[in-house]
C-alpha cells in the first residue's frame, strides 16, 4: 500500500507554488492535531503488555520532543499554513478515519497505525522537497522523521504480533485487518492528489 501510494504522487518539479504549499499544508492540517490522538487510541484498544510498552514508548517521544509543534513550525517556514479551506478538503476523509479510530479496535488500529509509520518515513524526502522548492531551509521535521519512525514501524509490527497472539486460532482473515490502514491510505491519497474545485482526487487512490 505504500509503495503504491508513492508511486501515485506528482514530481515536485511538475507542481505548482500553491499545489506544493497545498500538500504541505493538508499534510500538517492531518498530523498535526491527529497522530497523538490516534495512536492515543491504539494504546487504550490493545490487550498485550507488549503492545502497551512500544505504543507508550512512542507516544512519549511524540510528546516530549513537541513533535506537532515541529511540524508547526515546518509548515510556517514553507508558508503553508493549513486554512480553512486545507482542513475542509481532507474533511471528509478525516472523519473517515476517526469513525474508524472511535471503534478501538485493537489490532487492527496497530496496522492502521504501522502504515502511517511506515509511509511517513517514506514520505519525509518528498515533503522536504516540496518545503525546500517553497525557499524553507527548515528540515528538522522531516530529519527526525525519517529515522525515528523507521524504528516505531518496526516497533509496532512487534506489537501486532503480540496482539495477535492473544487472538484465538486461526489467525483473522487479512482484509478486515486491513480496514483502518485503507481508510488512512484514502485520506493520503487526498492529501497529496486534492484539487480546489476538481473532483477531490486527479489519479485513483493508493489502496
Ligand atoms: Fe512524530
Known amino acids: ?89 481532507v474533511h471528509r476523509d478525516l472523519q473517515g478515519v476517526r469513525q474508524f479510530v472511535a471503534r478501538l479496535s485493537g489490532a487492527r488500529l496497530v496496522v492502521m497505525m504501522a502504515f502511517f509509520e511506515g509511509w511517513i518515513t517514506k514520505f519525509m524526502p518528498y515533503l522536504a522537497e516540496l518545503a525546500a522548492r517553497q525557499g524553507s531551509t527548515e528540515q528538522e521535521y522531516t530529519d527526525v522523521h525519517g529515522v525515528v519512525d523507521v524504528v516505531h514501524t518496526q516497533g509496532l509490527f512487534r506489537a501486532l504480533d503480540a496482539e495477535l497472539a492473544l487472538l484465538p486460532e486461526p489467525a483473522p482473515p487479512m482484509a478486515p485487518l486491513l480496514e483502518g490502514a485503507e481508510a488512512l491510505g484514502t485520506l493520503i491519497s487526498t492529501i497529496v492528489h486534492f484539487r480546489a474545485g476538481g473532483t477531490g482526487r486527479t489519479t485513483p487512490e493508493g489502496r
Open 1 to 89: 500500500m505504500i509503495h503504491e501510494l508513492l508511486a501515485s504522487f506528482p514530481n515536485p518539479a511538475h507542481l505548482s507554488a500553491a499545489e506544493r504549499r497545498g500538500i504541505i499544508a493538508r499534510y500538517t492540517a492531518v498530523l498535526e492535531g491527529n497522530f497523538i490522538y490516534w495512536m492515543t487510541a491504539a494504546y487504550l484498544a490493545v490487550a498485550s503488555d507488549e503492545a502497551h510498552a512500544i505504543i507508550e514508548d512512542n507516544l512519549r517521544e511524540e510528546v516530549r520532543d513537541n513533535h506537532p509543534g515541529m511540524l508547526r513550525k515546518f509548515a510556517m517556514a514553507a508558508d503553508a499554513m493549513p486554512t480553512d479551506s486545507d482542513a475542509l478538503a
